[in-house]
């Protein structure tokens, strides 16, 4: 936890409170605050600050404001991603979050199990945004949207995303072309299931606008590819 998010009722008086049990217990074990450190702080979709701590116990820690920081930018990239199996969701969408990943959109394909838009893990993916939040030092999350057809999205929501300053590259391992890198403009990404994209999907979706690139000749895990097409296309960022 490298900020504590708070809600902006939590900051409505002059002193501040952290109430949430979870970051106590981290703040009190982890990193062993004291009356008169400085604490990080942002508040949920607003400002981030530098804090004083005034006083602890264990319900609550009382902080007071000292002076506005600078909230992250995000990479100007809608990231589109089949849905994956409930275990990997978690750490997909924490990790999109810390890397500044402006939107993201989960998708339904033909090797995604049904059973998958049934997980709870659905339910909690708010926590998994603070997480991703905390850990980045970032106050705003992301757009999250969810589509269960694949057809239906790529040629009705996804080409009016495409415009010639803002491209959309799928991954896909036996593509000729190389994923470009360093980009200075806005993007979409399409990231296929742990199986790729069918070739139907993959002619659909270059149908409609989107370039099909290489990441190279290895096999990437879906959390791993995600990292590593964020990685190269801002690194200059």
């Given at each position: 936890?490298?900020?504590?998010?708070?809600?902006?009722?939590?900051?409505?008086?002059?002193?501040?409170?952290?109430?949430?049990?979870?970051?106590?217990?981290?703040l009190t074990t982890h990193v062993d605050i004291q009356v008169g450190d400085t604490?990080?702080?942002?508040?949920?979709?607003?400002?981030?600050?530098?804090?004083?701590?005034?006083?602890?116990?264990?319900?609550?820690?009382q902080l007071k404001p000292l002076q506005q920081e600078i909230v992250p930018a995000?990479?100007?990239?809608?990231?589109?991603?089949?849905?994956?199996?409930?275990?990997?969701?978690?750490?997909?969408?924490?990790?999109?979050?810390?890397?500044?990943?402006?939107?993201?959109?989960?998708?339904?394909?033909?090797?995604?199990?049904?059973?998958?838009?049934?997980?709870?893990?659905?339910?909690?993916?708010?926590?998994?945004?603070?997480?991703?939040?905390?850990?980045?030092?970032?106050?705003?999350?992301?757009?999250?949207?969810?589509?269960?057809?694949?057809?239906?999205?790529?040629?009705?929501?996804?080409?009016?995303?495409?415009?010639?300053?803002?491209?959309?590259?799928?991954?896909?391992?036996?593509?000729?072309?190389?994923?470009?890198?360093?980009?200075?403009?806005?993007?979409?990404?399409?990231?296929?299931?742990?199986?790729?994209?069918?070739?139907y999907e993959v002619d659909l979706l270059i149908k409609n606008g989107c370039q099909?690139?290489?990441?190279?000749?290895?096999?990437?895990?879906?959390?791993?590819?995600?990292?590593?097409?964020?990685?190269?296309?801002?690194?200059?960022?």
């Amino acid at each position: 936890m490298n900020i504590v998010l708070l809600d902006p009722r939590q900051t409505e008086s002059e002193l501040w409170s952290i109430s949430a049990k979870r970051q106590i217990e981290h703040l009190t074990t982890h990193v062993d605050i004291q009356v008169g450190d400085t604490l990080k702080v942002g508040i949920r979709e607003g400002k981030r600050y530098l804090t004083e701590i005034v006083s602890i116990d264990e319900t609550c820690v009382q902080l007071k404001p000292l002076q506005q920081e600078i909230v992250p930018a995000k990479h100007p990239v809608t990231l589109i991603v089949a849905m994956p199996r409930p275990k990997v969701l978690r750490r997909l969408i924490m990790d999109a979050v810390t890397l500044g990943v402006e939107k993201i959109i989960l998708l339904h394909s033909c090797r995604v199990d049904k059973s998958y838009w049934q997980t709870p893990f659905l339910q909690q993916v708010d926590q998994y945004v603070t997480l991703g939040l905390e850990q980045a030092g970032d106050t705003i999350a992301p757009k999250i949207e969810l589509y269960k057809r694949f057809k239906p999205f790529v040629e009705d929501i996804l080409s009016g995303l495409i415009t010639a300053d803002c491209p959309a590259f799928v991954a896909h391992p036996y593509a000729e072309q190389p994923m470009p890198y360093a980009l200075q403009h806005p993007c979409t990404i399409v990231i296929g299931p742990e199986g790729g994209f069918i070739p139907y999907e993959v002619d659909l979706l270059i149908k409609n606008g989107c370039q099909a690139v290489s990441l190279g000749n290895r096999i990437l895990r879906t959390e791993t590819a995600i990292s590593y097409v964020l990685g190269r296309l801002f690194s200059a960022s």
